[in-house]
């Protein structure tokens, strides 16, 4: 929970800079397939996918491949 609390709050600092300063550009959290599998299937993330607040790539880290791209519902302010 702490890593996730960790990247959230970097993820928020990341974006808001980005919304400022160049705009057209696109952040997404980066997670690993089994973090993904574990965290957001408890009801925390569950309920972080349901509000749609953050854009993520999952990713299968041992493959080096990107299993699925979830983008938010804000993603073409």
């Given at each position: 929970?702490?890593?996730?609390?960790?990247?959230?709050?970097?993820?928020?600092v990341?974006h808001?800079?980005l919304?400022?300063?160049?705009?057209?550009?696109?952040?997404?959290l980066?997670?690993?397939?089994?973090?993904?599998?574990g965290?957001f299937?408890?009801?925390i993330?569950?309920?972080?996918?349901?509000?749609?607040?953050?854009n993520?790539?999952?990713?299968?880290?041992?493959?080096?491949?990107i299993?699925e791209?979830i983008?938010?519902?804000?993603?073409?302010?």
């Open positions: 929970m702490n890593d996730l609390e960790n990247a959230v709050g970097q993820y928020i990341y808001d800079v919304e400022k300063t160049n705009p057209e550009r696109i952040l997404y980066a997670v690993g397939v089994k973090p993904y599998n965290i299937s408890e009801p993330g569950e309920l972080m996918l349901e509000n749609q607040r953050l993520l790539v999952v990713f299968n880290k041992s493959e080096e491949v299993i791209w983008p938010s519902v804000n993603i073409n302010k």
